[in-house]
C-alpha cells in the first residue's frame, strides 16, 4: 500500500509559481491599496487641478503640512505667520489630506463672510467640542440658524445698559485686588479671567459665583483646555481617538473637561431653582411688580423659559448646558483677553494713558461709578479699545468651510475646502493700514472711519455669523478701563508693538504672558 502510494503521489506533478503564498497575499494587498489610492485620487481631482493655480508650501501625499504646525503654540503661530507672509495675496495649504485656502485681501474676506455658503465652522472646530459641545459657536448651520435668532435679542441695548452697574462693580472689585500688588509687575490674564467670569456669570446668566473673591480656577482650567484643543487640532495624530486617549493629556483633558461641566451645570441648575422661585414670586405679585422681577433678563433667562415652561419645549437639557459653556468660553476669555491687552498698551504709551485718563476725569469725576449714559461720551477710550483689537485681535483666525464652489472674483475656492481668513494679517497689512504697527486710536475718531476699507477690521468677524457680543464685550471693557484708569497708573516694559511676541491657544496670547506693573494714582 505505501508503495503504490508513493508511487501515484509522484506522478501528480506540483502546481508550479513564482511566489509563495504570504508572498501573494502581499501582492494583492499592495496590489488593492495602490488601486484604492489612485481611485481615492481620481475622486479628489478637482481639488487638484485647482490647488495646482495656487502657491504653497510642499506636502507630503496624505499627511500634507503637518510638519509646520507641530511644534509649542508659538512656533504653530510663528509658522502659520509665515505662510501667510510668503503667500501674500492668496496661498494654499494642504493639512492632512484636506485643502486650505489662505485669505488675506480685505474684497475676498468681505465676499466669503458675507456670502450663506460660507457659514459653516470646519471640521477642526469639531476638537472643541467635547468642551463646548454644539453651542451656537460650533453648531452645525441649520441648528446655528435656530439657536441664533433665539439667543441674538437678547443682546438689545436695554438690557446690555442694565448690565453697566455689574460691570463697573467688578472693576471696583479688580482695583481692590489689585492693591497687594502694587509695584510688582504681575500676570494680569489672572485678574482679568476671573473678572470675566464673574461679569459673564451674573450677566448673561443671572447668577453670582464670586471669582475674583474667592479666588475659582475656572479661567485656568479653561485656558489650559484651549491648550490642549489647539493640540489636538495641530497634532495631526491626534485627531485620532485612539492615539490621543494612549498619551496623558488625555486623561488631564478628561479631567478638566469634567471640572468645567460641573461648574456650568451648577450654574443651570442654580438657575432653574431660581426661575422656579421668581416664577412663583410673580404669581403671588400684583402686576406692577411682575415687570419689575422680569426687567433684567438675561440670555440664560430667556432660554430657561423657552426651555422649561413652554409646552412641547425646543431645547434640551443638554442644549441649554451647551450654550452655557459656549458664553463662558467664547464670551470670557475673549474679553478678558483684549482687556488685558488694552491695559497692556497703556502700560506702553503713557501718552495715550493719560488721555484716556483725563477723558475719563472729565465725563465721570475722580470717584462716581460708571454707569451706562457715561459710555457714549467716552469716545477717545473706545478709539484705543478699536485700535487695541486692530493690532491684537483676539481671535487672529476663522476658519470657514465652503458648502458650494464660491467666487471670489478673481478665483473660485472649490466646494468642501475650507478658507483660513487672516484677520490679524488684513489688520497689520500696510497695503490697508497706514504705517500699520504704529499705535494710533485716531484712525478710529468718526472724521477718519471712512477711510477704513471694508473688510480690513473684522476683530469680530463680519457677516450673519459674526460674534454676537460686540457691544457686550465693547461696555464692558471701556467700563473697567474707566474704573482701573482713576485709580493706578501702568507701565509695561514693552516699548513698541512689533516687540509683542505672540502665540496662539486658539485666542491670541503674548508669549511672555501680560506683564504690567501698577502704582497708585
Ligand atoms: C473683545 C471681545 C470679543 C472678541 C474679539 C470676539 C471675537 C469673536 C470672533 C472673531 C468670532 C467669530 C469666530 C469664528 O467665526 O470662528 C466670535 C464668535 C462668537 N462670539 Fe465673540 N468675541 C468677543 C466677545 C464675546 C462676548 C462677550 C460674547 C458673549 C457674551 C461672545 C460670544 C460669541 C459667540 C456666541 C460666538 C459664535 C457666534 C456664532 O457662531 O453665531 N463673544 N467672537
Redesign the pocket.
Known sequence: MIETFSVSAKAIPTPHSPFSAQEFLLYSLGFTLTVLYVQWLWSRRKLYTYASKIHGPFSLPIFGCFYLFIGQPTETYQNIQYLFKKYSGLGRVWFGHRLFFMVQKPNHLDIILSSPKALA?DPLYDHAKKVIGTG??TAPVPK?KKH?KLISPTFNQRILDQFVEVFSEQGEILTKCLEKEIGKEVDLFHYLTKLTLDV?CET?MGIKVNAQTTDSLYGKWADRLMEITMLKIFRIWFHSDFIFSLTPLKKEYDDLVMKAHDFSGRVVTEKRIAYKKKMEEINECPEAEVEEITKRKAFLDYLIEIAYTKKGSILTDQELREEVD??MI??SD??AT?NCFTFMVLGMFPEIQQRIYEEVVDVIGYDRKVEHTDLPKLKYTECVIKET?RLF???PF??RTLGEDLDLGDVVIPSGCSTVLG?INVHRNPEYWNDPLKFDPERFLPQNTEKILPGSYL???YGA??????R??MM??KTVVATVVRKYKLFCDYKNIEDVDLKCNLVLRPTEGFKVTFHKK
Not at 455669523?465 to 460686540?470: D, F, H, T, Y
Open positions: 465652522k451656537i459657536f446655528w441664533r459673564i448673561a459656549t458664553f467664547a464670551g475673549t474679553t483684549s483689537l485681535p483676539v481671535g476663522i476658519v484677520i476683530p469680530f468677524s455669523r459674526n460674534c454676537i457680543g460686540p457686550y464685550a464692558a471693557m
